[in-house]
């Protein structure tokens, strides 16, 4: 067993990153916003949570499972419903649930969450029902329940948002759950069969998928169909600070009927090793896996399945997408070796490699011809000792590495949920596996690999919410066609957009396998459409594009302005490709860096002049393999009206900026790119056309706003030198204005010195220079109230710093006494402007009171 220390391996997981961002993952290359391509949409009015999929091609119908509703819409069309029927929970059903702590509102309905075909009559549905899972069948003919209601414990999950797995193979159900209200027992069920309820078989498992193996048909030993089940459990295996968790793949033989004595009523043929999905240039490891996709073939063991890999730490978004070969599965639970539990002095129960002898028939194996031999018929009729075997042993030491021993596509910031995959045969007579891999934002990634070379075709919002992809579904007719559900309702998504490729550059430098140029037509066209021969396409999915033509190359459109000098203007330019780089000519001489001119999101800005006259072209530059290809994407012919000659010829100084939209720098401004909202919308611009030209009065404004926005972009991204200058200064503002507001807030509460004192004196007195010195002010003062003290003979004396308030007389009549200081002392201070002297500190002052005549008199 392998301990593990948490600190060093999150240590390395960011060092991974760290070199993974450097690497650069891989980058979409044409990105359609929500709303760009057309998609076909259906949802009903009060039902959400369309997580449940299932096609019929043979009908040309699409079952759909929801909250507490069943709908069936055209597979070619799917806003056109056909069929209805809604399974809601009665309302004694709804208030046990209630009574059990469960939400009335979300918790306590039924949602649809098995959908698979019993026979041509019927479909076997379940629901959660309000927490008590239940199954009942629906006919196709006449689109209703039957009512033959079966419990649903074991088949359906109780939670809603708990995950799950099932499949039907020739009328069984095989289902991987949780067993109870609690959700703390899971097992893997068909019928009255299921897995021993035991850590060491399941623990703590996350279902994914399930789906059946054929293997009985081409097999030559005699073996059995395979049902096989992939999840994420906690880890037994390695101990660690906390739960490491570690995906899995599980078989079990659909002829399994259990044992005799030994495992009666549970899986005999029960196993399950451990999935490898890394980077081995670092060893970082994707240990959750969160869908499997099996591409099946004729012959099983050339069968492939793609599972979705991603981070058992949340934080990190990063993930992987890798393939393994079924006959490498098929191997480990065939001749790979067993994991055993130890128990060593002073510790827990460890699991071990086993290298004792292995009883016959092979633990956990299917019944084949090898073990009729032994007169094993059936699992009734294995030995005990292979039994009690397999029991102990179910986990295999061997791990399924994938195909490549690296993930076959690595993706950054984001967070895929749901693949389909589909084998496509391309013009070249090869055979490519493109992925459609959904994410929790509602993205669709469409992926391929070439000869190790990761490639995302394309990305599509197919949500507007940025919804999860809750599932996904994939035809198989000549018009292909995914099926996206989400809790707001399913789209119908085209596997490629070939029409939207306008340029011969643009549809080989897609390296869509789908899609092929026809240079008759000039259009990009499906390879698969009936109507064209495959020898009049051009299709390159090595990124060769000198197929195409020089007049498909530069057969971007002109558009002509006619403006005024002393004004700003704007020409845009939107590239189709995320991985190309923009330029601008003038005249075909390349614009130089100069600060005239700024490229801003690919736009080029400048202020007009009379000499700016001329035609301006954006060019893109995209590098595949080594090899650059440029493609004129826009023209403009400017032309500028003033009082003098234009001058039509380039500027003297060649001004130059080049800035791309690169994979390293593009990020956010791709909806823009295509969007008819100009990057600065201050800037008004000369009325345009795109084949007449005319004469336009226009009226140009330069904002403030703007001149500082440009000038804010840049050119370029600063470097991070420049950043960081920018945080140091920014800190060191912040630092000064913090400590002159506490030197003013000290001023002003007199916390300061001596010398302090003087200058807030001075500073409060509007300049005027004291014509004295505080300590002679403050010697004078004691002076007058010696001379005082004399004169008033008899008379109780107070201290230096009694201001008399303590010893005033009391005035019996009510009369409130003359508090008025002396008229000499009261012409020291007006003369002398003394304002903070503190007599009471100086012991060397006599005790004298200040005593009012007239004060008195009037008491």
Avoid at 56 to 84: H, P
Avoid at 386 to 406: C, E, S, W, Y
Wanted: charged share 25%.
């Amino acid at each position: 067993m392998i301990r593990l220390n948490m600190t060093p391996v999150i240590l390395y997981m960011v060092l991974h990153l760290l070199q993974t961002a450097w690497s650069g993952p891989a980058i979409p290359r044409v990105v359609w916003e929500y709303g760009e391509v057309s998609l076909v949409k259906f949802s009903e009015t009060g039902v959400s949570n369309y997580s449940t999929l299932l096609l019929n091609e043979d009908r040309g119908v699409l079952y759909i499972g929801a909250q507490e509703a069943i709908f069936a819409v055209k597979m070619t069309d799917i806003s056109n419903k056909t069929s209805e029927v809604y399974w809601k929970v009665t309302e004694r059903k709804q208030k046990a649930c209630a009574a059990k702590g469960k939400s009335r509102e979300t918790e306590c309905l039924n949602y649809i969450r098995i959908l698979h075909e019993f026979n041509n009559e019927s479909l076997y549905v379940c629901g959660t029902y309000a927490f008590q899972p239940t199954c009942d069948y629906l006919s196709i003919k006449n689109f209703t329940l039957q009512g033959r209601q079966e419990e649903g414990k074991g088949k359906c999950p109780f939670d809603p948002a708990q995950r799950y797995t099932s499949v039907m193979v020739d009328g069984e159900l095989y289902s991987g759950t949780v067993y109870n209200f609690l959700g703390s027992e899971t097992v893997i069920l068909r019928s009255h069969l299921r897995t021993e309820y035991a850590i060491p078989w399941l623990n703590e498992p996350s279902f994914v998928y399930s789906d059946v193996i054929r293997e009985s048909e081409s097999s030559l030993d005699g073996g059995d169909d395979k049902v096989y089940f992939f999840f994420t459990e906690v880890s037994v295996e390695y101990e660690f600070n906390s739960e490491l968790l570690v995906p899995r793949v599980a078989r079990v033989c659909k002829g399994d009927l259990g044992g005799s004595r030994i495992l009666q009523k549970r899986w005999t043929s029960f196993l399950k090793a451990k999935l490898i999905c890394t980077l081995p240039e670092s060893n970082f490891v994707f240990n959750v896996i969160q869908d499997v996709f099996i591409l099946k073939t004729p012959n099983w063991k050339e069968t492939v399945f793609y599972g979705v890999f991603t981070s058992q730490w949340s934080n990190l978004e990063v993930s992987a997408v890798c393939a393994f070969n079924m006959s490498k599965v098929e191997d480990v639970f065939s001749k790979g070796k067993y994991m055993q539990s130890a128990t060593f002095e002073y510790s827990h129960v460890k699991w071990v490699r086993y290298n004792g002898q292995v009883p016959t028939p092979r633990p956990g194996s299917c019944i084949n011809n090898e073990a009729r031999t032994l007169n094993v018929n059936n699992s009734l009729m294995l030995p005990d000792k292979t039994l009690q075997f397999v029991k102990d042993h179910p986990l295999m030491a061997d791990p399924v590495k994938p195909i490549g021993n690296r993930p076959t596509l690595v993706k950054k910031n984001a967070n895929y949920i749901q693949i389909v995959v589909d084998r496509v045969r391309a013009l070249d007579k090869k055979l490519y596996d493109v992925m459609f891999v959904g994410t929790d934002k509602g993205l669709l990634h469409k992926a391929t690999n070439y000869g190790n070379e990761m490639h995302i075709i394309e990305e599509l919002q197919i949500f507007p919410d940025s919804e999860p992809v809750l599932t996904l579904l994939l035809s198989k007719g000549d018009k292909k066609n995914l099926y996206a559900g989400s809790h707001s309702g399913v789209v119908q998504v085209p596997v490629a957009f070939c029409e939207k490729y306008r340029t011969c550059m643009d549809c080989i430098l897609a390296r869509d396998p789908y899609c092929a140029w026809n240079p008759q037509n000039k259009i990009c066209t499906w390879i698969t459409k009936e109507d064209t021969h495959e020898s009049n396409l051009v299709q390159s999915l090595n990124g060769t594009a000198a197929a195409c033509r020089a007049e498909d190359v530069e057969s971007a459109s002109t558009e002509e302005y006619k403006v005024k000098p002393e004004g700003f203007q704007e020409l845009k330019c939107l590239p189709m490709s995320r991985l190309a780089k923009v330029t601008w000519k003038l005249n075909n001489k390349a614009l130089s860096e100069n600060s005239k001119y700024r490229v801003v999101q690919n736009n080029l800005l400048f202020s007009v002049t009379e000499e700016d006259s001329g035609t301006y072209d954006c060019w893109t530059v995209e590098t595949v393999k080594g090899r650059q290809y440029e493609q004129l994407v826009k023209r403009y012919s400017l032309i500028v009206e003033g009082p003098t000659k234009v001058l039509t010829t380039s500027p003297t100084a060649p001004f130059t900026k080049m800035e791309g939209n690169s994979a390293t720098t593009q990020t956010s401004t791709d909806k823009e790119r295509r969007s008819p909202h100009t990057v600065t919308s201050q800037i008004q611009t000369g009325v345009f056309t795109s084949t007449v030209s005319y004469t336009s009065t226009p009226t140009f404004t330069i904002s403030t706003s703007l001149i500082s926005r440009v000038d804010a972009e840049g050119v370029s991204e600063p470097s991070t030198a420049e950043r960081n200058d920018g945080v140091l200064l920014t800190l060191f503002v912040v630092i000064m204005l913090l400590f002159l507001m506490l030197v003013s807030y000290n001023c002003y509460m007199k916390y300061l010195p001596s010398p302090c004192l003087k200058l807030r004196m001075y500073i409060v007195s509007d300049g005027k220079k004291p014509e004295f010195d505080s300590d002679v002010s403050e010697e004078l003062v004691k002076q007058q109230a010696v001379k005082m003290n004399s004169d008033n003979k008899g008379s109780e004396q107070i201290a230096a710093g009694d201001r008399g308030y303590e010893t005033e007389s009391d005035c019996g009549n009510g009369k409130i006494p003359n508090t008025e200081k002396p008229q000499e002392l009261k012409q020291i201070e007006e003369n002398h402007s003394i304002g903070s002297i503190d007599i009471e500190k100086d012991a060397d002052i006599p005790d004298i009171k200040f005593i009012d005549e007239e004060a008195q008199s009037l008491c």
